[in-house]
């Protein structure tokens, strides 16, 4: 375990989509009006839609919540932004780039990850949308672990996509720390060769999120390549794994890779063979949305703080925790506060 270098005392940089996520929890009634309403199918899998039909879908679950049918919560969401806000509330020195609209959702995120101490290096487009990524549940979630019926789940990245657009590389502060990246990001020609290569240059380990089994899929090659060549920590669902076909064994012998498997718990694995499992957190569950990115952030986090690896599984499931009895993807403070004096050996 010792063999694996940890990134201490640096920061934590997360690039990736800046989305506004929206958790709305409906009645019977709400359900049943917004299922006809708008046909949409209850599902793990997202359904990606357009903005327009996206900022209906939302106008519609307003009103439901203004009529007494809805609970609805607004959040800043994106795999890394909510990986570095929760190291942020950890105690960590967070920095977020990515992009969003001049509109009131935009307004939502960079309210939301500055009041929660993370840099925000967002950039704002005249005339683009913020994206939105909504889930939609069905009836009272109880405090327990039982599994509940399949959400609807809309997704819209409008101006979130144009990251792609941004001089991420030029972005990049000197070293020690981390650069935690989305590996949705492979779907534009050299972009995260070339964040990886700048976070290299100065000094930096490097992340990634793979986010979707269907772009891990997509751009297996790619992704594979930048992994050998640069990547220091992989995070990835037990879908996403299989969707790349990563050959570990075959892989540079320095990398960790962090494999989620819900219920299952989390493995990793590291250099010379060796692994640790940690088992899902046990408790109270309200919302699973943003559980596993807190895993990631407060896992990096405990590697800016030098811990072994082992300990930085235990401080991944411990804001994995938080998350899961929060309402939205921003995990509960007070239970924060407690994994920050885990972190910290209080």
Not at 120 to 147: I, M, N, Q, Y
Not at 185 to 195: C, H, N, P, T
Request: proline fraction near 3%.
């Amino acid at each position: 375990m010792g063999q694996v270098k940890a990134e201490s005392r640096g920061f934590l940089f997360g690039i990736g989509h800046a989305m506004c996520d929206v958790s709305a929890r409906l009645d019977d009634e709400g359900w049943a009006a917004f299922e006809k309403t708008f046909g949409f199918s209850a599902s793990c899998r997202p359904h990606h839609i357009d903005i327009e039909a996206a900022l209906k879908a939302l106008v519609f679950i307003e009103k439901l919540a203004g009529e007494g049918h809805a609970d609805l919560v607004y959040s800043a969401g994106g795999s890394a932004l909510n990986a570095v806000r929760a190291a942020s509330m950890l105690g960590a020195k967070a920095l977020f780039a990515g992009c969003i609209g001049a509109d009131a959702l935009g307004d939502i995120i960079v309210n939301d990850i500055e009041a929660r101490g993370v840099r925000s290096l967002v950039e704002r487009r005249e005339g683009e949308h913020t994206g939105v990524f909504c889930t939609v549940r069905h009836g009272d979630r109880s405090e327990d672990s039982k599994p509940e019926a399949p959400p609807i789940i809309l997704a819209s990245p409008a101006g979130a996509r144009k990251i792609r657009e941004m001089p991420l590389a030029s972005l990049i502060p000197e070293g020690p720390g981390v650069v935690h990246a989305e590996g949705l990001l492979a779907d534009r020609k050299g972009l995260l060769e070339g964040v990886f290569q700048s976070a290299k240059a100065k000094g930096l380990a490097v992340s990634i999120d793979l986010v979707s089994a269907e772009m891990a899929r997509r751009y297996r090659a790619l992704i594979l390549n930048l992994i050998e060549r640069f990547v220091d920590y992989v995070f990835c669902t037990k879908a996403e794994f299989e969707a790349l076909g990563a050959d570990i064994a075959r892989m540079r012998s320095d990398i960790v890779w962090i494999i989620k498997a819900a219920k299952e718990g989390v493995d990793c694995y590291f250099q010379g063979g060796g692994s640790v499992h940690e088992e899902a957190p046990r408790g109270p569950v309200v919302d699973d949305l943003g559980a596993g990115d807190a895993f990631a952030g407060a896992f990096l986090y405990g590697r800016t703080l030098g811990l072994p690896l082992e300990a930085c599984m235990k401080l991944g499931s411990a804001a994995a925790a938080c998350a899961l009895r929060a309402k939205g993807s921003v995990p509960d403070r007070a239970c924060m506060n407690s994994v920050t004096n885990l972190a910290e050996g209080r």
